[in-house]
């Protein structure tokens, strides 16, 4: 049984287990993900992740937000607090 624990920089801390030990205790981390990102490896390559809802808002709301260059900080933040608030 591995589980490896790695810093994610965007999004926080994610933890990284291998396909055995999800099919093991898939419940367990599945609970986990409404906290934080899981990611799946098979043979030490990354194969995929699972986030909560939430997160995947944010996610989407920040790369949508990032496409408008021409805007000040504060009109961004303004943006995203509006359709948060909206969520």
Request: net charge positive; charged share 25%.
């Amino acid at each position: 049984m591995y589980i490896y624990i790695i810093i994610n920089v965007q999004e926080g801390i994610a933890m990284k287990v291998n396909t055995t030990e999800l099919r093991t205790h898939l419940s367990d981390y599945l609970t986990m993900a409404n906290k934080e990102e899981i990611i799946i490896t098979n043979k030490g390559i990354e194969i995929a992740r699972i986030i909560s809802p939430k997160q995947a808002k944010k996610r989407s709301l920040n790369n949508l937000v990032g496409i408008l260059p021409s805007l000040t900080d504060k009109e961004i933040e303004n943006i995203k607090n509006e359709r948060i608030s909206k969520q």
